[in-house]
């Protein structure tokens, strides 16, 4: 006698099936199981074990030999996610009259089993979930708990359980011993942090908007009382609301990490904002292989990466940061596993411009070397990752009773407006923001005049930009024009994109 349950293996945001197959032969009793060493028999298989004889069914775990199929035969990384398929698998080989091999065709198993036979939930549900869509399955078998979380996944028919016993009585015909989702209302408008809260930081409010409409990491400095962390904060209000399939890819990567929300969730459209402290190492920013879990970088995805204090990284987290910036890509592996994960982030870098954090230049007290050491690492760490440079200083001469400040809502617009044109000029290549684009195809493409190079052949005599950084710059230029509705940019644009890099100097 045998039977057949399948699951998911989770390995980043793709995942694959798995399938259980359960051999029941006459015999003294035994248990062989062939695949992936975290599915061998011992506390997992104990514990499957102890939720059949938990669930009320009037029978335990045959007294037979019993031989475990599982492929593919490679490990998930995820706890506990396969639970139920094994059970399931084996009660289903041990009584086929009972729980007849049509009923779980189709049908995919998630969750962890308690020694008594409650259901579980696990991390990876919503990922597991849209992988279990795209291999054409559209019935899918949930912990109660997580209900809420693999519903987000359209056209696709979700029910939940909280014990072993519901599950088996709607495998053999009860069909109302499931629980399906609720009713979710849409999310309201984003209220989060606002950019008419600020006051003055005219020009870094500017660099706030042409980072977010062309998708170039920038960073901020200036003294402690600047307030750089809440500029920061407010840049993904600026950004553009994400599409259906892109909140679904925001939600998968915390539903890996398992700190997605609990409760009833809905759609989002708002950006995620990841702060990193300077103290982080390179493993919370990549994440995890061999468990599966995402890092800063991966849950950034989409939206913006705050590294706070980022002449102070060490250089090991330096290292890790600078091919998942330009690839838009996290890959990390041990010997076991591979996780790859999207980062297409946009990297907000902040510090003081002192190591004494005082409100003034002039008020500094730090000794002449530790002050030219601490400036020297401003303008080199992380410097070939950034198009933006500000050294903020707010205006607090006025503004105090302004009433023109503009809201996130409003340059949001604008900022949609630069993206879905650069969208549009760049989707043959496939590119969507000017940041990404290479540098000799942002040349072919956009041919200056002798008029219009200037400004950059003049800074690159006087040794303030380097090539590269020329390119770069004019990937800004172009962004600046896409702000304003041009199609190609002009003198202006060109030397204010200079500004916006800094000339070289932070």
Known sequence: MGAVACSMIVRGLTGHLREVVAEITPGLPSLTVTGPSEDQPHARIARVRAAVASCGWGWGWPQARVTLTISPPVGSGIEGMHDLALAVAVLAATAPATIPAPRLDGVVLLGELAPDGRLRPVRGILPAVLAARDHGRTLVIVPRESLAEAALVPVMTILGADHLGAVLAWLGGADHTLD????????????????????????????LEVAAAGGHHLRLIGPPAAGLGALAQRLPGLLPRLTESESLEVRAIPSLAGTLPEGPLASITARPYVEVHHSSSARALLGSAASARPGALARAHLGVLHLESYPDLHQRTLDALRSPLDDGEVVVANRDNLLRLPCDTLAVLTSAECLCHAARDAACACPPAAKRRHRERLHRVLAERVDITIRDNPDDRGGFGEDSRETSAEVRRRVTAARTAAAARWREHGYTTNARVPSSLLRQHFP?????????????????????????????????????GADHPNTHDIVEALHLHGFGRP
């Open 180 to 207: 399906v989702p609720a009713a979710v209302p849409a999310p309201p408008e984003f209220t989060g942090v606002d950019l008419s809260d600020v006051r003055g930081h005219y020009r870094a409010r500017w660099a």
């Open 448 to 484: 200056l005049s002798r008029t219009e190079a200037a400004p950059l052949e003049a800074a690159l005599r006087e040794g303030r930009i380097t090539r590269h950084s020329a390119d770069r710059t004019l990937a800004v230029a172009v962004t600046i024009a896409d702000l304003r």
